[in-house]
């Protein structure tokens, strides 16, 4: 797979012929990459503004608890970690030690924000299969298999990273030039999107599996709220996965940041509002009281009241989960 670009270049430094040897062939690549980085945050920023009274009411104004966290850690880092990987892309003169930083920052943001939205979407896994103990551990050998995948697999990636200095380079040509090449970092990015790809392929399973069992059962509220969007989220999830994955494996590491800012924003945006749901759910069902819910095999607690509400007196002690 390759892409052309006319684009002439006049030579301002010495080290020209690094820049010759290295750049202009990904010079396109970069420029669609960073397209769909600015389409990335165009679409967060959007969403954001169409979920804000949904989080000032369900998030910012009920009790806190381990869903609130989980719901900023997955909606606010990837406006950070987003910019930052737009400013790589289009920043200019940006020297090969902040080049360095930012790329670490960016993959170790992207690879907590990743995790944070799975761990979300495998308490609705849990929940399907009736909080069962056997689940709960497969569930964390399988986050800590994948998480363990991912940092080895990002750490090789940045590792071999080798970024071109802008004095080598013409004046207007923006952003961070990696000059890596070889397997090494091929095998990096595709172990990576491999281990993404059959955690959300096993989740997504797990998910199918229950779903025609729950659908003829009277099931709580936060189960078929987990089917309704869990199932739609993770096909969609899943899909740009693959598609990320055959890019990778059929066009090379040169296009891996292709949709990975597009995977990492659908992953906070499909994340965050699947806790919006069930807090909305629940509240409008129970009229924000706390569920004690004997199908899924022990009480799931959501107190969506408001602040400083002390619920029932059964409630008293419980841990909240969403």
Known sequence: ???????????????????????????????VTSSTQVASIVVLIHDWFLTIDSELTFIWNV????????????????????GVYLYSAIGYSISPPVCD???????????????VSEVIMMICVWAMWGRRRKMAIFLTILALAAAVAGVLGFRQHHDSATFISPEDMPPDVPGCQNITTG????????????????????LL??????????????????????????????????????????I?????????????????????????????????SVHQTRGGNTINDGSLGGEIMFRAGSKGSMGNASDRGRVSII
């Open 1 to 31: 797979m390759s892409l052309t670009c006319n684009t002439t270049f006049s030579p301002t430094s010495a080290n020209y012929h690094v820049f010759q040897r290295y750049v202009p062939s990904s010079l396109c690549i970069e420029r």
């Open 183 to 202: 397997s090494g970092v091929h095998n990096s990015l595709v172990s990576d999107f491999i281990s993404l790809t059959l955690l959300e392929s096993i």
């Open 248 to 280: 990778i494996l059929r066009a090379g590491h040169e296009f891996g940041n292709l949709l990975t800012s597009i995977q990492r924003t659908f992953h906070a945006i499909l994340s965050a509002r699947m806790l919006l749901h069930l807090r909305r």
């Open 205 to 246: 399973f797990l998910m199918l599996s229950k779903a025609i069992q729950h659908s003829r059962s009277r099931s709580s509220t936060f189960v078929l709220e987990c089917f309704r969007h869990g199932l739609l989220y993770y096909a969609v999830l899943s899909v740009l996965s693959i598609a990320n994955l055959i």
């Open 63 to 82: 009790r806190w608890n381990l869903g609130t966290l989980l719901y900023f850690f997955t909606r606010y880092p990837a406006f950070v970690d987003t």
């Open 101 to 115: 930083l930012v790329m670490a920052v960016s993959c170790w943001m992207f690879l907590f924000g990743i995790g």
